[in-house]
């Protein structure tokens, strides 16, 4: 069971990231963050090397990759919260 202050700051990012210029910020978070993106730099690096069949290769930097996942990561929590703070609402408007 969550406090009553931790119900209303996921009310309260629900309905700051369900505004207008919170979707837009939202939107930006997802872009930047990488969200969308399913390889790794250096795997995109090593299909163009293969494509033109030239042989430099680049492994993948574990910290590199442990920093990229963080960072999709908050978008995913913020997400969450959203899911969260709209499931506290309904709660709230059935009782």
């Not at 250096?42 to 680049?58: D, W």
């Not at 990229?68 to 309904?90: C, D, H, N, W």
Request: charged share 35%; proline share 3%; hydrophobic share 35%.
């Amino acid at each position: 069971m969550l406090s009553d202050i931790e119900n209303g700051f996921m009310v309260d990012t629900k309905n700051l990231f369900e505004s207008e210029k919170g979707a837009r910020v939202l939107e930006y978070l997802k872009k930047v963050l990488g969200v969308e993106q399913t390889l790794e730099p250096e795997e995109v690096y090593n299909k163009e090397m293969e494509a033109s069949e030239r042989p430099e290769r680049l492994s993948i930097d574990p910290y590199a990759m442990a920093k990229r996942q963080g960072m999709r990561s908050a978008y995913f929590k913020i997400v969450a919260l959203i899911q969260q703070g709209t499931r506290i609402m309904e709660k709230e408007s059935n009782e």
